[in-house]
């Protein structure tokens, strides 16, 4: 089979590679760049497990052949901390408001995170569960998602994190 050529920008470095046509942004992420932070789930786009942003916007690898992504800026998990390799504000969130148990969901929900937090700094609990809708996880109740998801909109805004009274 032919390969075609792609040029992508992947967690701020740039990359050159021959892929097949038939090739999935997941399978090329994980298999070809040894990027393994995206998990695949469903293979149907239903579970979000393999969320990354592309080009400012979250979408499924695993519903995106890696010839669509030519010419585009890719952020996966592996590219969310800070510079420093501190965790970024949301990773942070999800470890200190015990937003995941096994972790399967865990980088397909901070990266759709990411980008709801890019879109809308400051949601309310309505907007962050709207937001996530298409990232499904079999273990939690999403209350803590959404905490950490709160937490880390309130570190991002320099405003002090306050939960809910029970």
Known sequence: MTK?????TINGKDIEALVEPRTLLIHFL????????????CDTGHCGACTVD?????????????VQADG???TTIEGVAN???????????????HGLQCGYCTP?????AHRLLEENSDPTEDEIRNGIAGNLCRCT????????IQYAATKINGT???EAAE
Do not use: W
């Open 72 to 74: 585009s800026a890719i």
């Open 54 to 66: 592309m080009d400012d916007t979250s979408v499924k690898s695993c519903m995106t052949f890696a």
């Open 4 to 8: 075609s050529h792609i040029k992508v």
């Open 108 to 112: 397909g929900m901070i990266l759709r």
């Open 160 to 162: 002090p994190f306050q």
């Open 30 to 41: 994980r298999e070809q760049q040894n990027l393994t932070g995206a998990h695949i789930g």
């Open 141 to 148: 109740g999403y209350v803590n998602i959404v905490r950490a």
């Open 83 to 97: 510079a420093d390799g501190t965790l970024s504000a949301l990773q942070e969130g999800f470890r200190m408001m």
